[in-house]
Every structure is written in structure tokens, then in C-alpha cells.
């Protein structure tokens, strides 16, 4: 039997939920032109009057707003409401460059709370469930942002944070965790650990474990819901729209929901900014129609994915997207060639060998090398070398054949790859562009 | 009879090979004999021990990845044609080898030790035993 937090809201009609992204768009336009400035110009320099839009449907009137607008108005301009009625900062990790901030008045963060709070009970969380959150806690909005929804369910929240993963287990079995927060890899080396530790999920409470903040494949989901012993779900969010829960997955593992109440999702095409089809595969592009401190419009997300509508085995009615395929700053050229890490994932669990991977890419003579390390594992060796070599041959092979391109493999040692508490890092670009 | 072999999977890096022998020291493991298969990137080191389970115990908690296989030890007498006799009982069993390598006996002067990876090991024992020739046991092993 599937639950929901709000069903009123997550199972209403397409016609309810077309009406109040009408009404709450028309006043989000008006709302980001009069309290903000750059947006007021933004709009202006395009010709584009708060009264042109009556619609989602003249939702592509608006211009497109870029990170490059967050570090330009860094580190206020973009606030639509006095300090005063700020009651939270977050900020980006900064991984990809300079850092933005963002700020929420109390009425966001209620609002942020019920959606992480939908997608803690569509993976069937109750307030009986003790809800263990292993992201870290402060300026990134992963630990905070399950903290709040978790809370607002009224879930028992144990507020672990990222890192010192024996104490993490310890707690897991101690205090009885029943749903686990994290980014997926840390969630697999939790499960790596609890393994060499001589346990098994059978030795944890843990039903089930909502992971995101990164991308990550149908492998990885698997090699997580066995080691562990529980069901794995995505959770997509980013810092700029609100956090964790912009999408939500439920129990059909199939696509994410997006909180269409709040947010407006659109896929373009990332070259020529046209709105493209439903299933057609392109850059998710967000805008956020209810959030008051800061009133983002037509994000350019730089996550590449896809949308699905039509009904769900679960019941709701939000639009789905996809799995990202990752982000485009993630994505690689390589010898011409697009290449997401997500893809050398899927090739790597496909073949038997771990998630422990790196991936090196450098330019050697004006030609583009790939190389990806990846751990040697017990299942894995062999003492016949012609069948590790074999193996490795093979592994070219399929790279070559999803990817189009020629990568080196390089096997290497056990636990010689950095694991990771937060994100990942996955890539080392050593070309000097 | 067959004995068993320590197969070890390390990097070809400076110190990988030093850092192995760190722990089986460090644990008072005795090598009976040791060789070493390499690729430019990474070897499989094939060892024989007086402890195989102290040694796979020691090596799993030191976070190497290792793997047990079975191999025909013969003592092979130290004089010219000694070797050839033996390979000459495995061809005419149609024996084939994988891999060997040889160490030197330790009390023993007049014959060195020849480890063999052959596909069967149990056709390998009989014909050489048909023939006179004496495989290790494990047990003999500790002892040499």
C-alpha cells in the first residue's frame, strides 16, 4: 500500500497542478522583477515585461539564468527579500569553480522540509523510523536539508554527519538506523567496510537508503542494495534551486518525481536553448515558482537528462526525470568524444570489477589519452595471468563499445584509489587546455 | 599429492614487492620459495610458505588481494639431466605446464626443489610416482 506525504498535492490532477504553476509563475515573474535588479535587467535586455507572461506556457519568453549570473551577483545580488526575513545561507561545494550562495526565508525552508519529507515517506519512512544522515552538515545543503524533512515527518534524526565510517557502522547497529542519508559512494564504502568488518546487512536494521548529490548507475544501486540489505533510492536536488528533493524517487525505482508545485522543469537543447520534446534527452533547465528569498528562473541545471509523463505504478502525478546522466561540467571530451563518468561506472560493474575507480586524462602530443585505474578485487584475480590479462582485454572491449573511444585500463592495488566521504572525485584532468 | 601456492596481486611500482615482504616479516612468516610474474603494470607474486594460513591471514588483514593454488613440489636431484627426467615422465603423461620455478633445498645440498602449475596435478603425482619420483606433501613443507 503506498503512502504519501501530502496525497492531496502529489496525486492531483494534471489539470490542479498545471493551475497553480500558472498562478504561482505569474507571481514569481512579478516578484523577481520588482525585488531584484539584475533580473529586472535580465528581463529588460530581452524585452521580456513581467505582464508577458499569463502562462506556463510563455514560461520560454524569460531569459535563461546561468552559474555565471550566481558568481556575478556573488554574494547577495540575487536576493528578491530583506536580510531581515533570511533565516538560512547554504553555499555550493565549489567543486567546479567559485562558490555561490543562496538564502531561504522561514517559508522556503517549510517548504523544503515537505519535500524532503515526500520522498522520506515514498520510501516508506514513518515517524517510528530512525533517520541516519552521513551528509555532512553546514554550508552544503545535503546534511541540513534531510535534517529538516526528517524532522518534519517526525522521524527520530540522527545527525551523524560524513566521515569516520567504523563509527558510522557502529552506530548503524547500535542505535538501530532504519534509513540511511548519503552520497551513493559513501554509501558503498560504508557497505565495503561493514563487509570487511565480517558483517553483512543481515547484521543491520537499515530498510532502506536515499542517496544523491551525485550521479551514479543502476550498478552501483545494486552492488548498494546488496552489500547493505536494504532498497536504494535517488533523491535529485541542487544548491541553486533548493537543495535535496527538487525530485523525488518513489517505490517504482523508475525516474524521479519533480515537485512540480514548486519547481518547473524543462529540457532544452544545451546548444540552441529550444525547449525539446518529452523523452527527448537534453539539459534540465529548473525554475523555482514559489521559493521568496531567492526566486531563481529558468536555471540552466547543466545535468543532462530526460522527462517522462504518463501515470506511475505509485500513484503520483508529477512529471518524471530520469537518472541524470551527470552533470556537464562532469562530462569529458575526449578526442571529440562526449563521456560521462556514469558511463565508465556501468562498464566497469557490468565486467565484476568494484566502484573503486579514477579516471586520468591527460593530452600527450596533441592527442587525447583516457586511462581508467580501477581496484583489483578477490573475485577478480586469478593466479593465471593470461586470464587477468584476458579480463582487462575485455573491459577495453566494452569500453570501446559504449564509450566509442579507447581507454587504457590499469589495474590497480587494493584501497590505493582515496575513498570518499562526501563526493567522489572521479576525474583527474591534467590537460593543459 | 599437491601443495599449495600464495598468489599475490601487486602493483609494478617501486617498494610494492618491499611493502609485501614488510608484512610476512613483520609476522614471522617463513618463504620456502618465491617467484614472480610481471606485466609492465602489475605482477602476481607465487610463493611458498612454512604457515599458509597464517600467511593468508596476515596478508587479507593487510588488505592484499591473494589467491590459493595447487602445485606439484619435486625434488629434483642436483645433477646433470635431473630436471630433464622429470620433465620427460609429465611429457609422456602429456602433462602440460603452466609455469615453474625452482628453489634450492634448505638442510638438504644434493637436490633443489622444482615447484610445477600443471592443469592436473592428481596425473601429474601419479606418473611421476609411477616412475620413482617423489612429490612434497604439505606437511614437508614447514619442515625443509
Known amino acids: ?433 | 599429492m599437491s601443495i599449495k601456492q600464495i598468489s599475490v596481486f601487486v602493483e609494478n611500482t617501486p617498494g610494492a614487492l618491499y611493502g609485501l615482504t614488510g608484512v610476512l616479516a613483520q609476522h614471522q612468516v617463513d618463504l620456502r620459495a618465491l617467484s614472480l610474474a610481471e606485466t609492465s603494470e602489475f605482477g602476481i607474486v607465487r610463493m611458498i610458505v612454512d604457515n599458509v594460513y597464517q600467511a593468508t591471514t596476515v596478508l587479507k588483514d593487510a588488505g592484499y588481494v591473494h589467491s590459493l593454488t595447487p602445485v606439484v613440489g619435486v625434488a629434483i636431484p642436483d645433477v646433470p639431466g635431473g630436471l630433464n627426467r622429470v620433465l620427460q615422465v609429465l611429457t609422456d603423461a602429456k602433462v602440460n605446464i603452466e609455469y615453474m620455478y625452482a628453489f634450492l633445498g634448505g638442510k638438504s645440498v644434493d637436490h633443489a626443489y622444482m615447484i610445477f602449475r600443471v592443469a592436473d596435478e592428481a596425473t601429474a603425482t601419479a606418473a611421476l610416482a609411477a616412475r620413482g619420483i617423489q612429490t612434497l606433501e604439505q606437511d614437508a613443507i614447514a619442515s625443509l
Open chain 1, 1 to 433: 500500500m503506498e503512502r504519501y506525504y501530502q496525497p492531496e498535492i502529489e496525486c492531483a490532477s494534471r489539470e490542479q497542478i498545471r493551475a497553480w504553476q500558472d498562478e504561482r509563475l505569474v507571481k514569481q515573474v512579478r516578484h523577481a522583477y520588482d525585488h531584484v535588479p539584475y533580473y529586472k535587467k535580465l528581463m529588460d535586455d530581452k524585452g521580456v515585461k513581467p505582464e508577458d507572461i499569463q502562462s506556463v506556457d510563455d514560461l520560454y519568453k524569460l531569459p535563461f539564468t546561468y552559474k555565471k549570473d550566481l558568481r556575478d551577483t556573488y554574494p547577495y545580488g540575487l536576493f528578491a527579500v530583506p536580510m531581515k526575513d533570511v533565516v538560512r545561507l547554504h553555499a555550493s561545494s565549489g567543486t567546479t569553480g567559485k562558490q555561490i550562495v543562496v538564502g531561504y526565508t522561514r517559508e522556503d525552508l517549510d517548504i523544503w522540509d515537505d519535500i524532503v519529507a515526500r520522498q522520506l515517506v515514498a520510501v516508506g519512512a514513518t515517524e517510528e523510523d530512525k533517520v541516519h544522515i552521513s551528509y555532512g552538515y553546514g554550508l552544503f545543503t545535503g546534511g541540513l536539508g534531510l535534517h529538516g524533512g526528517a524532522t518534519k515527518l517526525g522521524a527520530t534524526v540522527i545527525p551523524v554527519s560524513s566521515g569516520n565510517t567504523q563509527r558510522q557502522i557502529t552506530i548503524l547497529r547500535d542505535f538501530g538506523s532504519t534509513v540511511l542519508c548519503c552520497t551513493p559512494s559513501y554509501a558503498a564504502f560504508i557497505g565495503e567496510t561493514l563487509h570487511e568488518m565480517g558483517l553483512t546487512g543481515k547484521d543491520i536494521p537499515l530498510k532502506a537508503g536515499i542517496f544523491g548529490a551525485e550521479a551514479w548507475s543502476e550498478e552501483m544501486r545494486k552492488d548498494i542494495e546488496e552489500k547493505l540489505g536494504i532498497k536504494a533510492y535517488d533523491i535529485y536536488g541542487l544548491t541553486e534551486i533548493m537543495g535535496p528533493g527538487v525530485a523525488y524517487e518513489c517505490s517504482a525505482q523508475q525516474g524521479m518525481h519533480v515537485n512540480e508545485d514548486h519547481f518547473i522543469i524543462e529540457i532544452i537543447d544545451p546548444e540552441t536553448g529550444e525547449v525539446l520534446p518529452e523523452g527527448q534527452q537534453g539539459e534540465i533547465v529548473f525554475s523555482c515558482i514559489t521559493r521568496q528569498a531567492f526566486p531563481l528562473l529558468r536555471y540552466r541545471t547543466r545535468d543532462i537528462g530526460v522527462i517522462h509523463r504518463g501515470t506511475c505504478s505509485c500513484g503520483r502525478t508529477f512529471v518524471k526525470m530520469s537518472k541524470p546522466m551527470g552533470r556537464s561540467d562532469d562530462m569529458l571530451i575526449i578526442r571529440g568524444v562526449n563521456v560521462f563518468p556514469s558511463q565508465i561506472e556501468t562498464v566497469l560493474l557490468n565486467h565484476g570489477y568494484s566502484a573503486n575507480y579514477q579516471i586520468i586524462v591527460d593530452r600527450v602530443k596533441s592527442t587525447d589519452t583516457l586511462e581508467v585505474q580501477v581496484e583489483m578485487t578477490p573475485e577478480m584475480f586469478t593466479d593465471n595471468m593470461g586470464e587477468i590479462e584476458r579480463r582487462q582485454r575485455e573491459l577495453v572491449e566494452g569500453m570501446r563499445s559504449l564509450l566509442g573511444l579507447a581507454a587504457k585500463v590499469k589495474l590497480v592495488a587494493p584501497k590505493s584509489i582515496v575513498r570518499s566521504e562526501g563526493k567522489a572525485v572521479r576525474v583527474i584532468d591534467k590537460r593543459k587546455i
